[in-house]
C-alpha cells in the first residue's frame, strides 16, 4: 500500500521558505519570553530525560475527545461543558513545552512545527467559542465548534506526527550508538596523537568518537549530539558548576564528559559514555552495552 496523497503535501511545507519570515518572528518572541536556562531545561524535559510536550497535550486532548463523546449522550451537557472549558485552560503547559521545544529545532521542522502550532491555535479558539455558547445555553452551536476544534485537533496531531516520526524531532539522535559499536575493547589511537584540553573526533568501527585528553587519561563520548546530531566535536569545552562539559555548536546543549549527562538542554538524552583504558601509549575504548 502506498502513502496517501496527503503526506507528500505535508511534506511540502518542509520547503515552504514563504514561512520563514514568521518563523523567525515566533522564535525571536519565544526566545526573549523564555529565557532563564533553568526554566528551559525543565520545559525541554532535562529533568525527567524526555520531551514533556507529549504528556502535556494529554489534558486538553483527552478532554476535548470526551467531550465530543459526551455531547453523544442526552443529559450531559453539565460535563461536557465541563470538560471542553477544562481542555482549554489546560493549553498553556502544551504551549510552553512545545513552543519551546520548537525554538531549537532545524528550519524544515520548525515550518512544519509553525502549522501545527497555528492549527492548535485556531482549534483552542473554537473551543474557547464552544465553551461561551454552552454557558450561554446554545448548545447545539457549541457542539458544533467543538467539533470544528475537534477536526483541527485532528489536523495538528498529524502533523505532530510528521515532526516527531517523519523529521525525527525531539527524538534520541544517538539512540543507535550502542547497536552500532561492537563488543570488548576496540583500538581508538595512541595517547601522543591527542592533545591536552582538545575537542577531537576518531572513528571506530563507522561510529564517530569525542575524544578530550586530561592528562594520562581521556574522556570519551558519541560525537553525535543527542538532540538533533550535531557534530560535538566543533563545539566548545566548557566548566560549568565545576564539571568539564562539551557544548555542542548547534543547539548549544551542554553534556559532561566525565558520565555523557546532560547538563543543560535542549538535548534531553545523554551521550553515549566509552569507557577508556592506556595501555603501553594505547588507547582503547569500550561501550557497556553495546552489540
Same mark, same amino acid.
Given at each position: 500500500?502506498?502513502?496517501?496523497?496527503?503526506?507528500?503535501?505535508?511534506?511540502?511545507?518542509?520547503?515552504?521558505?514563504?514561512? #520563514?519570515?514568521?518563523?523567525?518572528?515566533?522564535?525571536? *518572541?519565544?526566545?526573549?519570553?523564555?529565557?532563564?536556562?533553568?526554566?528551559?531545561?525543565?520545559?525541554?524535559?532535562?529533568?525527567?530525560?524526555?520531551?514533556?510536550?507529549?504528556?502535556?497535550?494529554?489534558? &486538553?486532548?483527552? %478532554?476535548?475527545?470526551?467531550?465530543? *463523546?459526551? #455531547?453523544?449522550?442526552?443529559?450531559?451537557?453539565? %460535563?461536557?461543558?465541563?470538560?471542553?472549558?477544562?481542555?482549554?485552560?489546560?493549553?498553556?503547559?502544551?504551549?510552553?513545552?512545545?513552543?519551546?521545544?520548537?525554538?531549537?529545532?532545524?528550519?524544515?521542522?520548525?515550518?512544519?512545527? +509553525?502549522?501545527?502550532?497555528?492549527?492548535?491555535?485556531?482549534?483552542?479558539?473554537?473551543?474557547?467559542?464552544?465553551?461561551?455558547?454552552?454557558?450561554?445555553? !446554545?448548545?447545539?452551536?457549541?457542539?458544533?465548534?467543538?467539533? %470544528?476544534?475537534?477536526?483541527?485537533?485532528? /489536523?495538528?496531531?498529524? +502533523?505532530?506526527?510528521?515532526?516527531?516520526?517523519?523529521?525525527?524531532?525531539?527524538?534520541?539522535?544517538?539512540?543507535?550508538?550502542?547497536?552500532? /559499536?561492537?563488543?570488548?575493547?576496540?583500538?581508538?589511537?595512541?595517547?601522543?596523537?591527542?592533545?591536552?584540553?582538545?575537542?577531537?573526533?576518531?572513528?571506530?568501527?563507522?561510529?564517530?568518537?569525542?575524544?578530550? !585528553?586530561?592528562?594520562?587519561?581521556?574522556?570519551?563520548?558519541?560525537?553525535?549530539?543527542?538532540?538533533?546530531?550535531?557534530?560535538?566535536?566543533?563545539?566548545?569545552?566548557?566548566?560549568?558548576?565545576?564539571?568539564?562539559?562539551?557544548?555542542? &555548536?548547534?543547539?548549544?546543549?551542554?553534556?559532561? +564528559?566525565?558520565?555523557?549527562?546532560?547538563?543543560?538542554?535542549?538535548?534531553?538524552?545523554?551521550? &553515549?559514555? /566509552?569507557?577508556?583504558?592506556?595501555?603501553?601509549?594505547?588507547?582503547?575504548?569500550?561501550?557497556?552495552?553495546?552489540?
Amino acid at each position: 500500500m502506498r502513502e496517501l496523497g496527503i503526506v507528500k503535501k505535508i511534506a511540502v511545507l518542509e520547503d515552504a521558505e514563504v514561512l #520563514d519570515p514568521v518563523v523567525n518572528r515566533v522564535r525571536d *518572541i519565544v526566545n526573549a519570553v523564555v529565557r532563564p536556562r533553568g526554566l528551559r531545561d525543565l520545559l525541554h524535559g532535562v529533568p525527567v530525560g524526555h520531551a514533556v510536550h507529549p504528556v502535556a497535550v494529554m489534558l &486538553p486532548i483527552g %478532554a476535548w475527545v470526551s467531550s465530543a *463523546i459526551l #455531547d453523544c449522550v442526552p443529559g450531559s451537557e453539565k %460535563a461536557s461543558r465541563l470538560l471542553v472549558g477544562a481542555g482549554v485552560a489546560g493549553v498553556l503547559p502544551s504551549v510552553a513545552t512545545g513552543l519551546t521545544d520548537w525554538s531549537e529545532l532545524h528550519e524544515q521542522q520548525q515550518r512544519v512545527g +509553525l502549522v501545527h502550532a497555528a492549527s492548535n491555535t485556531v482549534a483552542t479558539a473554537f473551543y474557547a467559542a464552544s465553551f461561551v455558547q454552552r454557558t450561554r445555553g !446554545r448548545h447545539a452551536s457549541g457542539r458544533v465548534l467543538g467539533l %470544528a476544534g475537534l477536526a483541527f485537533v485532528g /489536523f495538528s496531531g498529524y +502533523l505532530g506526527g510528521h515532526l516527531a516520526y517523519r523529521q525525527a524531532a525531539a527524538v534520541n539522535h544517538a539512540e543507535d550508538v550502542p547497536h552500532r /559499536f561492537p563488543t570488548g575493547w576496540r583500538h581508538l589511537g595512541a595517547l601522543e596523537e591527542f592533545a591536552h584540553n582538545e575537542l577531537t573526533q576518531r572513528t571506530v568501527d563507522g561510529v564517530p568518537l569525542l575524544v578530550v !585528553r586530561s592528562g594520562a587519561g581521556v574522556d570519551v563520548l558519541a560525537n553525535t549530539c543527542s538532540h538533533l546530531s550535531g557534530p560535538l566535536d566543533e563545539g566548545e569545552l566548557v566548566v560549568d558548576g565545576g564539571e568539564r562539559c562539551v557544548v555542542c &555548536p548547534w543547539h548549544k546543549s551542554v553534556f559532561s +564528559l566525565s558520565t555523557g549527562d546532560v547538563v543543560h538542554g535542549p538535548a534531553t538524552a545523554p551521550q &553515549p559514555k /566509552f569507557e577508556s583504558r592506556v595501555t603501553d601509549g594505547s588507547i582503547e575504548v569500550m561501550l557497556e552495552g553495546a552489540g
